[in-house]
Nanobody, 127 residues
Framework: QVQLVESGGGLVQAGGSLRLSCVAS?????????MGWFRQAPGKEREAVSC????????YYPDSVKGRFTISRDNAKNTLYLQMNNLTPEDTAVYYC???????????????????WGQGTQVTVSS
């Protein structure tokens, strides 16, 4: 079992930055999980924002955030991060962190294959 708790969301103006954190706790070592950030805007499907492999050496970004978002993890602190720069109103959504075990790839796992989810943190970007 893994519990995930996100923080760092909020209201920011377009062009601003936010840093999301996701702290993991539980019986299984954090380093055994591929991790990802996903977001869901009202009326839209949940989509991948970024994923990272077990060791943090391989990452994935869709074109919509590439060059603006950076995912990282600190396995010693059981923490996942998402640095978001140059935010736009289109980035407004609830952001979730997710964990998947037995997956070590530079691509992102599908949302329906995640083993655990956090409760989400709201990110709102005003124009």
């Amino acid at each position: 079992q893994v519990q995930l708790v996100e923080s760092g969301g909020g209201l920011v103006q377009a062009g601003g930055s936010l840093r999301l954190s996701c702290v993991a706790s539980g019986s299984t070592p954090f380093m055994l999980y591929a991790m990802g950030w996903f977001r869901q805007a009202p009326g839209k499907e949940r989509e991948a924002v970024s994923c990272i492999n077990l060791s943090g050496t391989s990452t994935y970004y869709p074109d919509s955030v590439k060059g603006r978002f950076t995912i990282s993890r600190d396995n010693a602190k059981n923490t996942l991060y998402l640095q978001m720069n140059n935010l736009t109103p289109e980035d407004t959504a609830v952001y979730y962190c997710a964990a998947r075990n037995f997956y070590n790839s530079g691509t992102c796992f599908l949302p329906n294959s995640a083993n655990y989810w956090g409760q989400g943190t709201q990110v709102t970007v005003s124009s």
